[in-house]
């Protein structure tokens, strides 16, 4: 790769926005549809998640060169209303820069604050904007992968690390995304659990049309919800030797706080 380890981030996290929006259809094979259905027997799908109304937890984005940003993340997922407060922030949110951050976005509407100031900066509401709908589709994506819009394809089964996965080629319908040319993310599902444990995605921007990068996912059971607490992102160098990019922690997880709007406005 010749791009930036920069670069890589953003548009990570741009895909991961994109793969969140909605349309009005879906395609589905029959084989994705039996593995997608029994995901959904294992985590419960979207209605599971949503019947906890809310959450809090702390997370952990380390940039294994960049250093760390780590928050306290409050989510409402009626409406998918979305809070963070950032006491160290060395990557992405405000970086070098004291004080205590807070983002926000309610309504579609974010805001961002510093040690209780407000920052109106394009730049920190356009990364506000951003890291609130993230964080959140990040917290949420094993919950939405039969979102309307998605379309499915099996692609047979690969063994990696002994496990015979089964795998699953997913984009979105390009007319209702907008975008001529799709990202493309392939889903191996662990044929014990049942659940998605590692993807492989395309970078369209790069000129990488085939995906050839990794996310792999470690799940813990909170309450009955799997929640994938720890990832790591893989990327290739130039001998196409895979490195760790960036590493996610999420833990003190507590679902039905009873968080009201109100609660996360600043």
Known sequence: MNTSTSNF???????AFLF???GNAQ???SRSKQLLQAMTNVNGGWKKIASKKDVEFTYIYHDLKKGKDISTERYIFDNEVSWGEYKQHEVNILPGLAGIAMQNKINGIPKVTLSGKKITTQEAVNSADFFRSVNYYWFTMMYKLEDPGTIHKYLGQETVNGVKYDKVRLTYD?????KEVNDEFILFFNPKTHLVDRFMFSLPAWGIKKPILIMVLDYEKIEDIHIATKRKAFAPNDSGEYF???EFTTKNIKFNNGFTIADLKL
């Open 9 to 15: 981030v953003i548009l990570f996290f741009s895909i």
């Open 174 to 178: 390009a007319k209702l995304v907008g």
């Open 27 to 29: 395609e589905t094979d």
């Open 20 to 22: 969140s929006l909605t």
């Open 244 to 246: 760790t990019l960036v």
